[in-house]
């Protein structure tokens, strides 16, 4: 449900952009943003002042046995490492594709009013994608291939996409050719980040004590 209002925010706003750049202009986007913070922090803090929710965590975390879970002890269980180097794995390839989509698209629209209307129609249309995916995509392809393939296919998209966009780089005339490549590997992150890796990483969570899950 939380998933499901993000992505209905991600594109009513995105959707949204083009109208807001024009009436606005692009540097008064800020200031909504800033609005939209403020109130995220005030319902933080609400949630956090009633009694039924309780978001403290204790100082120390511990085990049953009552042992301290340090970064060595936890550094020594195979299964964490494994998790740690997934997680990193796709810190380098969003880092990678961030870089390389903001350039792309930062050099195709000069104009700040035009990019900032594209990057909000791009994202109220991966967002769209990304809520088909996850609501059709899911569970067909993690229940029938494992999560495996759902943990593989960002990571060799990216391999595949990326290489194709230094592919198209090196022929003449290719400018609106890799905008488009960049546009697709963005896109594919975005979906298959929600639809296929973050389901299938939270599930290898999921055999973990609650204390070793908080802790790692």
Same mark, same amino acid.
């Given at each position: 449900?939380?998933?499901?209002?993000?992505?209905?925010?991600?594109?009513?706003?995105?959707?949204?952009?083009?109208?807001?750049?024009?009436?606005?202009?692009?540097?008064?986007?800020?200031?909504?943003?800033?609005?939209?913070?403020?109130?995220?922090?005030?319902?933080?803090?609400?949630?956090?002042?009633?009694?039924?929710?309780?978001?403290?965590?204790?100082?120390?975390?511990?085990?049953?046995? @009552? /042992?301290? $879970?340090?970064?060595?002890? !936890? #550094?020594?269980?195979?299964? &964490?490492?494994?998790?740690?180097?997934?997680? %990193?794995?796709?810190?380098?390839?969003?880092?990678?594709?961030?870089?390389?989509?903001?350039?792309?698209?930062?050099?195709?629209?000069?104009?700040?009013?035009?990019?900032?209307?594209?990057?909000?129609?791009?994202?109220?249309?991966?967002?769209?994608?990304?809520?088909?995916?996850?609501?059709?995509?899911?569970?067909?392809?993690?229940?029938?291939?494992?999560?495996?393939?759902?943990?593989?296919?960002?990571?060799?998209?990216?391999?595949?996409?990326?290489?194709?966009?230094?592919?198209?780089?090196?022929?003449? @005339? /290719?400018? $609106?050719?890799?905008?488009? !490549? #960049?546009?697709?590997?963005? &896109?594919?992150?975005?979906?298959?980040?929600? %639809?296929?890796?973050?389901?299938?990483?939270?599930?290898?969570?999921?055999?973990?004590?609650?204390?070793?899950?908080?802790?790692?």
């Amino acid at each position: 449900l939380i998933g499901s209002g993000e992505l209905a925010a991600r594109i009513g706003l995105g959707l949204s952009i083009p109208v807001l750049v024009r009436w606005l202009s692009t540097p008064n986007l800020l200031a909504i943003s800033i609005v939209g913070l403020a109130g995220c922090v005030g319902l933080l803090a609400a949630v956090r002042a009633s009694p039924q929710v309780s978001l403290d965590e204790p100082g120390e975390v511990k085990e049953e046995g @009552g /042992s301290s $879970l340090s970064f060595m002890r !936890l #550094a020594r269980d195979n299964y &964490i490492v494994m998790l740690w180097s997934v997680a %990193a794995c796709y810190t380098i390839c969003y880092l990678f594709i961030f870089q390389i989509f903001y350039d792309v698209a930062a050099t195709h629209f000069p104009d700040e009013a035009q990019l900032a209307a594209f990057l909000g129609l791009y994202q109220a249309f991966s967002g769209l994608l990304a809520m088909l995916a996850g609501s059709f995509a899911t569970s067909f392809v993690l229940g029938r291939f494992g999560l495996g393939v759902g943990l593989l296919a960002f990571p060799v998209g990216v391999v595949l996409s990326g290489s194709c966009i230094a592919l198209g780089a090196m022929l003449p @005339g /290719s400018a $609106l050719l890799v905008f488009f !490549l #960049a546009v697709g590997m963005k &896109i594919q992150d975005d979906t298959i980040f929600l %639809a296929l890796y973050r389901p299938a990483f939270q599930t290898l969570r999921q055999p973990l004590s609650p204390e070793r899950r908080g802790a790692a």
